[in-house]
């Protein structure tokens, strides 16, 4: 990796989006490291409410923390958010395919 954090790319600016983002929420409660729920919840409404239809269903953000926290701590860490961010990239890539979109233009 290089000395400077400068991206050349936009894969790498959202890669280092994706950390910035992480660490923006974390720590508010806790392990600085890590996701409580209460920040989980508070990403997802905030950075991702568009994608998610700003669902405020507790129920919802409960089962996003269960089916992600793998060690069950009760805590998302960076590795358990990348695999949330992955699927989620995932569907939002066959949702475009599917509706003929060339990115993410379409409405």
Known sequence: M???MCPSSNLESAMQMLI???HKYS????DKYTLSRGELKE???EELGTYLGSS??????EKVMNDLDANNDGEVDFT???I???ALTVACNDFFLENGCLGISCT
């Open 2 to 4: 290089p000395d400077t």
């Open 20 to 22: 910035k983002t992480f």
């Open 27 to 30: 720590g508010k409660e806790g």
């Open 43 to 45: 990403l997802l409404l």
């Open 56 to 61: 405020k269903d507790n129920e919802a953000v």
């Open 80 to 82: 358990e958010f990348i």
């Open 84 to 86: 949330l961010m992955g």
